[in-house]
C-alpha cells in the first residue's frame, strides 16, 4: 500500500517538475522498512520515464542518495539521473529521477551462465570503474573493525540466535571473528557500494546501471565482487562464480587475493544471512526466510574454500562446525 504521506509528496514534486498526477498514476514499486518508497509516475495510465523516490530518516543513509547519484554522474557511472530534489522536515526527503525499466539482473534468473554473462560482465566493468571513483560529496562512515564486527553481531543475533536457536555469544565472543575484522580493517579501502546484489542492478540499454548506492562507503573492493559472485537470489554455480572474480580481475587489471576475497565473502554472507533473519522474522517477509537455506549454502562453501594459515580460518572452521 502506497503511504498517504509519500503519494501526497511525491505528487507535489511531479507538479513542479510539470507532470499532474492523482495516487491512481503512481504505481508501486518499493515500499521497504528502511523508510523509503518508490513508485513509477504514469499520469493517465501512460509512462513518463520517471520515478518517485520518498524516504524518511528511518535510515542514516537515506539522505546520501540524491549527492552519490549525482556525483557518481559525474564520474561517468551509470545510475539513473536526478530529475528533481526538495528536501523536507525531520531528515526525510522526496526526489524524482530517470525510470531505468523493470528488468533487473535477478529477472534473469533461470536462463543458462552464457545467456547471463554479458550482463555480468557489464555490471562489473561498471564495478571496476565505480572502485575507481574518487569521489567528492560525503560518504557513509567507512567500513572499519567495529563495522565488521557489527555485521558479525548482526548474523550472531538474528540468524544464529533467533532462526538457528544457538547461542550467539559462541561467535561474537570469539577471538575468530575478531580476527578477521581487524584484518579486513588493515587492507586498503575504495568506494564500494555496499549492497552489490542482482537486485540492485538494472539492464537498461543493452547495459548494467546502479540503483540503491546510497550505502555506499570506503571498504574492500572484494566485498563488492564477493556479494556479487556469492549472491544467494541467483545461486550461481561454484564454478560460474568463479568466472565473475576472474572477469572482475580483467576489468581491474589486477589480481584478487584469496586469502581477502574469501575473508570478504564470509563476512558479506553472514551480513547478508542476518539481514535475511531479521527482515523475515521481524518484517513478517517471507521470502527472505526462504533463502536462508541457499545462504547457508553459500556460507559453507566460502567457510570450505578459506585454507589453513588465512587470517580468516579459525572463523571458518568455526562457521563449518556450528552451521
Known sequence: MLPPVAAQCIAELCLAHGITVGEQDL?????????????????????????????????????????????????????????????????????????????????????????????????????????????????????????????????????????LGMNAAGLTESVAAQQVARFLESLPRVPVHRDFQSQNIMLHEGQAWFIDFQGMRYGCAEYDVASLAFDPYMDLAPEHADKLLAVYEQYSGRSVDADVYYACALQRMMQALGAFANIGYNQHRQWYLSLIPTGLNKLRHIAARVTDGSPAHALATWLLNHV
Not at 60 to 85: K, M, Q, W
Open 27 to 163: 504505481q508501486l514499486i518499493v515500499a521497504g522498512a528502511s523508510g523509503r518508497v518508490v513508485v513509477r509516475v504514469t499520469p493517465g495510465g501512460q509512462a513518463s520515464g520517471v520515478l518517485g523516490v520518498y524516504w524518511t530518516a528511518d535510515r542514516a543513509d537515506n539522505n546520501s542518495f540524491v549527492t552519490a547519484a549525482e556525483g557518481l554522474a559525474r564520474c561517468g557511472i551509470r545510475v539513473p539521473r536526478v530529475l528533481h530534489y526538495q528536501a523536507l522536515e525531520h531528515g526525510c526527503g522526496v526526489c524524482l529521477v530517470e525510470d531505468l525499466g523493470s528488468m533487473d539482473l535477478l529477472s534473469l534468473k533461470g536462463l543458462c551462465f552464457e545467456q547471463l554473462l554479458p550482463a555480468y560482465s557489464s555490471a562489473l566493468e561498471q564495478l571496476a570503474a565505480f572502485h575507481r571513483v574518487q569521489p567528492d560529496w560525503p560518504l557513509q562512515p567507512e567500513f572499519d573493525a567495529a563495522m565488521y564486527r557489527w555485521e558479525q553481531g548482526y548474523f550472531a543475533e538474528h540468524l544464529l540466535g533467533r532462526h
